[in-house]
């Protein structure tokens, strides 16, 4: 029994020595060597990461020639659990001038995509406060029983190899013997360094670039998903999981003097709950670009990198279209 207590001791304080030493992500350690000149920043998957330019948003709002300015710290993939992680990051010590936070609107998923299974960004934000609720959603979800068990069990994986820090002992290790951080050859952070990695065929990953095959091959795709769209009517109430995560996040900003706005991309599906939840005060801020008759622009081939992302002329559009908002709606909350 004491050797089995002294295993235990031993193996715990060493999970917990290689969690502390186990560096962050890029993007978070790039934010930390620029965030007092930051002011704004976005987040959420690819549809930020490569359609917001900060440059471009900066000089469109007159910030070029001040002091602070935005950045992008979207990633392939990122969901609403991740962006909540990111969250919470970005607020246990604040950016001195951070006073907006740019998200992209995105549904409460169950599910987990195959892709990078395990990778460090997955196992990151499955720590308890985001696990046990998913865990408790898919448990009360209509799911057949065979898929909830294996999503049970997938997300439970993540979450006791997360809070063990299994198989992360060599970075530990060999983030002792890195050098220092330098933002040289950081590819991710795009042209003008500042997170943003617009799409054309030169800086597409290979999925991508098979995606524009298709694309260009049957573009009538983009149009016929346009009209299949389900029209705007009635708001939808959202689920009792996304409302509750979403509030938290709105809470949590707000108490450190920040305010969230959330986006909602020129997307083929609806998520839905977002306006109803901005009917409901839940959330204070929604910026909307996913209505073809609004913005048709969006939902043409010429602006588009292939069915789902727009490409760098359409994502200049997108910009511009959002900083014209973004004033106004900025404008209204100083007034306040």
């Not at 300015?69 to 909540?84: D, F, H, Q, T």
């Not at 998903?225 to 509750?244: E, F, H, I, K, Y």
């Not at 900083?323 to 209204?332: D, G, K, P």
Request: hydrophobic letters at 45%.
């Amino acid at each position: 029994l004491l050797n089995l207590l002294l295993f235990l001791a031993g193996f715990l304080a060493t999970a917990a020595w290689i969690g502390s030493m186990v560096p962050e992500r890029q993007k978070m350690q790039w934010f930390h060597h620029v965030q007092a000149e930051v002011d704004v920043v976005f987040l959420g998957s690819s549809h930020v990461y490569r359609q917001f330019d900060p440059h471009l948003f900066d000089s469109l709002r007159g910030a070029a020639s001040g002091d602070l300015r935005s950045v992008n710290m979207g990633a392939l993939g990122m969901g609403l659990n991740e962006e909540s992680f990111l969250l919470r990051q970005l607020l246990t010590d604040p950016a001195p001038h951070l006073k907006w936070i740019v998200m992209e609107a995105l549904p409460y998923d169950l599910e987990l995509q195959n892709e990078n299974d395990f990778g460090l960004r997955r196992l990151e934000w499955h720590d308890t406060t985001l696990t046990l609720p998913l865990l408790l959603a898919i448990w009360k979800s209509d799911l057949a029983k065979e898929e909830k068990h294996s999503l049970l069990e997938r997300h439970f994986e993540h979450w006791w190899r997360r809070t063990l820090n299994l198989a992360r002992g060599v970075g530990a290790v060999a983030h002792q013997f890195e050098e220092p951080f330098s933002m040289a050859n950081r590819p991710n952070l795009g042209a003008n360094q500042d997170g943003y990695m617009f799409l054309d065929m030169a800086t597409a990953t290979p999925q991508s670039r098979g995606m524009r095959g298709k694309f260009k091959q049957d573009p009538s795709r983009l149009l016929q998903a346009a009209r299949d769209l389900p029209q705007l009517g009635p708001a939808v109430a959202p689920s009792a999981n996304l409302r509750s995560l979403v509030v938290t996040m709105e809470q949590q900003a707000a108490a450190h003097g920040i305010v969230i706005v959330w986006w909602l991309h020129p997307n083929l599906e609806r998520h839905v709950g977002w306006r109803q939840m901005k009917s409901d005060g839940d959330i204070r801020f929604l910026i909307t670009h996913d209505d073809p008759k609004r913005f048709p622009q969006f939902y043409q081939p010429r602006w588009r990198f292939d069915l789902y992302h727009l490409n760098r002329k359409g994502s200049e559009l997108l910009t511009k279209l959002f900083t014209q908002e973004f004033e106004t709606i900025t404008a209204a909350a100083e007034r306040e």
